[in-house]
């Protein structure tokens, strides 16, 4: 069955560090992969996507992330964390459970708390 | 363009009482999605439409109707509202396409508490 996996639920980093938070997905073919992100009380806006092609995307907000098929893994990284990157991180990949391949199926989400 | 705008923000209702959330979009999307989300669940799909006139059943579907009369709308009813369903509720909209239909909008989301 196609799943998403995020490992961590919480993750804390401090302002300027770096960050990179884990996604792991099941899924039997070449995969569409996203990174959402949902500020406090929002909706959830996208990152970024991998359809094919290069395995590094880079996205908005200076976030980028690597496809690796090898491991399963589509981590997202970002060099420099600032204090409005705190939000919560949805991973999500395109399945093929319902018609026509519609529908996004999301990872429970990573909390990113960043002290100063 | 307003995008995906979503009718009421918050909601409380009364255990058996009934509703209708209201989802609509400017921007020609073929495809519409209802999600629930819950702590710890990331998002759910409970319905989706891949065209006026059409509905089909996600994840999450009972208790749960909806309706796609028109193209820019797609309407969520709880015909007898439950505490298991007090939760955000996402709508979302796509084109269609084979790799354009999983480029999800969504809106900013429902908060319904059913007491």
Redesign the interface.
Same mark, same amino acid.
Do not use: C, D, N, W
């Given at each position: 069955a196609q799943s998403?996996t995020q490992p961590d639920?919480h993750i804390t980093v401090s302002e300027g560090a770096s960050l990179e938070l884990r996604c792991n997905y099941s899924y039997g073919a070449t995969p569409?992969l996203?990174w959402?992100v949902q500020s406090p009380g929002?909706?959830?806006?996208?990152l970024l996507?991998y359809?094919s092609g290069d395995t590094l995307v880079q996205g908005i907000k200076g976030f980028e992330a690597e496809f690796k098929r090898s491991q399963s893994s589509f981590n997202l990284r970002k060099p420099s964390v600032h204090w409005s990157d705190a939000a919560e991180y949805?991973c999500a990949v395109?399945g093929t459970k319902?018609?026509?391949?519609?529908?996004?199926i999301?990872?429970?989400?990573t909390t990113l708390s960043v002290s100063s | 363009n307003a995008g995906?705008t979503q009718t009421p923000k918050f909601r409380v209702l009364k255990t058996g009482q009934s509703m209708t959330l209201l989802c609509a979009q400017d921007m020609n999307h073929e495809?519409m999605?209802w999600y629930r989300q819950d702590p710890?669940?990331?998002?759910?799909?409970i319905h $989706?439409s891949?065209g006026e006139g059409t509905t089909?059943k996600?994840e999450v579907p009972d208790g749960y109707n909806v309706s796609r009369l028109k193209k820019q709308n797609f309407l969520l009813g709880l015909e007898s509202a439950a505490p298991s369903q007090t939760s955000v509720y996402?709508c979302?909209s796509?084109y269609q396409g084979q790799?354009r239909? $999983?480029?999800?909008?969504?809106?900013?989301?429902t908060r319904l508490t059913v007491t």
């Open positions: 998403v639920i569409y996203f959402y929002q909706g959830l806006q996208l996507k359809f949805f395109g319902y018609q026509a391949g519609t529908a996004l999301f990872g429970k989400g | 995906v495809y999605y710890g669940m990331g998002l759910r799909l $989706y891949v089909a996600g996402f979302a796509s790799t239909r $999983y480029e999800q909008y969504f809106g900013p989301g």
